[in-house]
């Protein structure tokens, strides 16, 4: 994999100031050699595609298009067959926007700024042509081509000066990351794992790996990357996603034994020991992991139904344990892989889960569908307010807050993030100002303007590539390139900008406050609502009785875990434990180990195991904030009972894994489980 030279990575921020400012240049060049009626917006689209990344460009400039040809093609639909009925117009254009808002959210992947710019295109290139319906088609084609020439310019500049591939940048979160990990892995096993410290640790993982899947996920888009390195990273990725669950589960175990381990199995602590100091070495490890393995093997005992509860906690954690070894020795091999480009699909792994983990993400369609309500409605307030005034420039009111309300949708409360971004707007509409009626005037030639522009434009780009400024430079560059609104000739009129400028932040002004009114809902609700899908969740994978839905349970639940790690924060005490600890996480993958060992299994095995979750089922869906039903214990005890008495198996151990994490995951203050006689019939514990 090629690494990224030091000068790059020093003056990043710096380079891409440049870069995006010479791309806009030739967008601006460009456009105005071939004529295009509205070459500025060639310019503002590459402040608005430019990434400091070239997959990250890439991507969001292929889905730019998708989204402005879409965009296009519905207004030229709309607009000539509904501009007599201006009422009908506006409805019909915000139920679109709401409507691409409410898929947008849906989706949250690259993919997703296509509907989201579907969606406000019709706004951006509908409003103002309503009093020109006639040339509306020139005028979507217009758009189509001024916008692709912006992003062909953003992407051609983005993968040719100075390109920074997305794939070093992954592979440097990603070699970051498992550095965290071998750490946490080591203070797990030397029994720290449930130190507060380290399950924020735990927690500040989940939310990398997130983030990590997320730049990930334009690899795929990037033409520098490398074949093996994205492949050899997609394996990766898995392992480093099963470590976390890994590690809660063998922290947990280590908790329940507390002081006993060393009794329960005196060559216990010694093996903990060993597989510590072989963590410690990411490369010559003082011994092989076949031994490891060896002594892992040589200490599981015999279960039976008269075995303690020390016994069977014991064998699950020797069960963790390898696994965690076989995770661990396959990161370091894919690793070595990626950095000697080599084909990983060749290396033989020793962890091989038999679903992986699918690329799913959580879906609030409720929230989505109440975001996409919100838009309309403000588009919908100042289309009444545009029809009912006869204000001339009013159209940019319905336009800006389609923006505005798509932008920011997607945070908690976007109504700060609008206001800011109106702010802003203000300060961009003096910066504009000042040009347009004290500088550009004597201004006669292109080069002139582009070193006029040069100062002010290299500045805005490099607030947009510092993630602390960001949210300032993109309002500044994006509207001052517009509000410029420059074209072959200069005929700026004060009033006619000023009147543009008034309704651009009153659509901004519209925007914020109706999302303040209709959207904004804070942190706290949106995590209640995770950790009450979470619980919905883990009743639907009690009910199920098939064995296929592994992979995407994982993925969603991975991906709702680093939701709620965003707004720990607002999380009630009482429930702070069930997230740092991955609870629901744990025991939803443990009910699906459960119910793949359970049609081999005795009929009265069969039916303790089907009867506790059944009661799991509903005790989930009922359940608020606080400890779960005592019946759902006793339900497991008997089931685990049960699962004693089979014969030595596969499916007796996955039953016992299975059971034991479900019950350490949701009881794991309770007493410790005591061994009884079979008896499918009665419940109490």
């Not at 400012?21 to 009626?37: E, G, H, K, Q």
């Not at 971004?421 to 009626?437: E, K, N, T």
Request: net charge neutral; charged share 20%.
């Amino acid at each position: 994999m090629r690494s990224d030279q030091s000068f790059l990575v020093r003056h990043a921020d710096l380079i891409f100031a440049f870069k995006t400012f010479l791309a806009a240049s030739l967008a601006l060049v460009v456009a105005l050699w071939i004529d295009l009626p509205r070459p500025y917006w060639a310019m503002a689209t590459v402040y608005i595609a430019s990434q400091p990344l070239a997959g990250a460009t890439s991507s969001k400039a292929f889905y730019r298009v998708l989204g402005t040809l879409i965009g296009a093609t519905v207004t030229v639909a709309l607009v000539p067959n509904l501009v007599d009925a201006p009422e009908l117009l506006c409805l019909a254009v915000a139920l679109w926007v709401g409507l691409c808002l409410y898929l947008s959210l849906l989706d949250r992947s690259p993919r997703s700024y296509a509907f989201m710019l579907g969606g406000y295109t019709v706004a951006l290139i509908g409003f103002p042509a309503v009093s020109d319906p006639g040339s509306i088609f020139d005028t979507a084609l217009a758009r189509v081509e001024e916008i692709s020439l912006g992003i062909i310019c953003a992407t051609l500049v983005s993968t040719i000066v100075l390109p920074r591939s997305v794939a070093p940048a992954v592979a440097g979160r990603v070699n970051n990351w498992l550095s965290d990990a071998r750490r946490l892995s080591q203070d797990v096993l030397a029994g720290r794992g449930d130190e507060p410290a380290h399950r924020a640790q735990r927690l500040r993982l989940a939310t990398d790996a997130v983030e990590i899947d997320a730049l990930a996920g334009h690899l795929a888009y990037d033409p520098l990357a490398d074949a093996n390195a994205v492949r050899g990273l997609q394996a990766l990725r898995l392992h480093m996603q099963m470590l976390l669950p890994l590690l809660a589960s063998i922290t947990d175990r280590i908790a329940a034994l507390g002081d006993r381990l060393r009794t329960c199995s005196p060559q216990l602590p010694r093996l903990l020991d060993d597989l510590r100091r072989w963590l410690s070495f990411s490369a010559g490890e003082p011994q092989p992991a076949a031994t490891l393995r060896t002594a892992i093997a040589s200490l599981q005992p015999k279960l039976d139904a008269q075995s303690s509860w020390d016994q069977i906690t014991a064998a699950n954690l020797l069960i963790r344990l390898r696994e965690l070894l076989d995770v661990s020795e396959d990161c370091r091999a894919l690793n070595r892989a990626i950095a000697n480009d080599e084909d990983v699909s060749r290396l033989q792994l020793a962890f091989r889960p038999e679903a992986g983990v699918a690329p799913a993400r959580h879906r609030d369609h409720a929230l989505a569908l109440w975001s996409g309500a919100g838009a309309a409605i403000a588009i919908l307030i100042c289309c009444a307010f545009w029809i009912a005034t006869g204000w001339v420039d009013g159209a940019s009111a319905p336009m800006m807050a389609a923006v505005g309300c798509s932008f920011y949708a997607a945070q908690d409360d976007p109504a700060p993030s609008i206001r800011s971004f109106a702010w802003w707007s203000l300060a961009s509409i003096v910066v504009v100002a000042i040009y347009l009626f004290a500088i550009i005037p004597g201004i006669s030639k292109i080069e002139v303007l582009i070193a006029a522009l040069a100062p002010t434009f290299i500045l805005f780009g490099y607030l947009i590539a510092r993630p602390q400024t960001a949210f300032a430079g993109m309002p500044l560059a994006v509207n001052s390139a517009t509000l410029l609104a420059l074209q072959s000739n200069y005929d700026a009129d004060f009033a006619t900008y000023a009147n543009s400028a008034i309704a651009f932040l009153l659509g901004m002004a519209a925007a914020a406050v109706i999302t303040r009114l209709a959207r904004s809902v804070g942190a706290e609700w949106v995590a209640r609502r995770l950790m009450k899908t979470n619980w919905t969740t883990l009743a639907l994978t009690a009910e199920r009785r098939g064995q296929n839905d592994r992979a995407r349970f994982f993925g969603v639940m991975l991906d709702r875990l680093g939701l709620l790690v965003q707004r720990f924060a607002v999380i009630r005490e009482v429930d702070r434990r069930d997230v740092d600890s991955l609870t629901q996480l744990r025991v939803g993958l443990n009910i699906i180990d459960l119910r793949r060992a359970r049609h081999e299994l005795t009929p009265a095995t069969l039916a303790a195991i089907d009867d506790m979750l059944d009661q799991l089922a509903l005790a989930s869906r009922a359940h608020v904030s606080g400890p779960l039903p005592e019946e759902l214990l006793a339900r497991i005890d008997r089931a685990l009972a049960e699962a004693l008495n089979e014969p030595e198996s596969e499916a007796r151990k996955d039953a016992l894994i299975g059971l034991i994490g479900i019950r350490r995951g949701l009881f794991p203050q309770a007493s410790a489980y005591r061994p009884q006689s079979p008896n499918p019939w009665s419940l109490a514990a």
